[in-house]
């Protein structure tokens, strides 16, 4: 259908998408399979081929920002606990589950066995402007 398991590029994405799943008692404390794999040495996003792990960029998962690389190393930002519950990913799998954490009453990822039957979150990039576009360009095209 197009859609690839979701990623989330923001920490906003994150709460945005886990405060949908709490407010919503059909899903309220199941768990999601998301976009992430482990395929050895850290996590990253499936699709976009982004780390997930603080280790590589703290600022780029926390704030959604790109930090250039200085002569001195720069400042971690500052985290909520959820936000470090969310880099500290446990688990010994290697897929990326969002599971619902009944004592912190909220989300958290923990990796796990890829073949565990889960719920899952897909995204979607609606390209429909971009397939019309197109096609009028080749039909301007095609008339010269």
Same mark, same amino acid.
């Given at each position: 259908?197009? !859609?690839?398991?979701?990623?989330?590029? %923001?920490?906003?994405?994150? +709460?945005?998408?886990?405060?949908?799943?709490?407010?919503? =008692? #059909?899903?309220?404390?199941?768990?999601?399979?998301?976009?992430?794999?482990?395929?050895?040495?850290?996590?990253?996003?499936?699709?976009?081929?982004?780390?997930?792990?603080?280790?590589?960029?703290? !600022?780029?998962?926390?704030?959604?920002? %790109?930090?250039?690389?200085? +002569?001195?190393?720069?400042?971690?930002?500052?985290?909520? =606990? #959820?936000?470090?519950?969310?880099?500290?990913?446990?688990?010994?799998?290697?897929?990326?589950?969002?599971?619902?954490?009944?004592?912190?009453?909220?989300?958290?990822?923990?990796?796990?066995?890829?073949?565990?039957?889960?719920?899952?979150?897909?995204?979607?990039?609606?390209?429909?402007?971009?397939?019309?576009?197109?096609?009028?360009?080749?039909?301007?095209?095609?008339?010269?």
């Amino acid at each position: 259908m197009g !859609a690839h398991l979701a990623e989330f590029e %923001t920490s906003g994405e994150y +709460k945005d998408v886990a405060g949908f799943l709490m407010n919503h =008692q #059909t899903f309220k404390g199941k768990d999601f399979w998301l976009g992430g794999l482990n395929p050895g040495l850290l996590w990253i996003w499936s699709h976009s081929a982004r780390p997930i792990n603080p280790d590589t960029n703290l !600022a780029d998962v926390v704030n959604g920002t %790109t930090t250039v690389p200085t +002569k001195k190393p720069p400042k971690k930002p500052q985290l909520s =606990q #959820t936000d470090e519950k969310l880099l500290n990913i446990a688990g010994s799998g290697r897929c990326l589950r969002l599971t619902f954490d009944a004592s912190a009453h909220n989300y958290t990822y923990y990796g796990q066995d890829c073949s565990s039957r889960q719920n899952y979150i897909c995204e979607f990039v609606d390209r429909s402007l971009e397939n019309e576009i197109s096609r009028i360009s080749r039909e301007l095209f095609a008339k010269k």
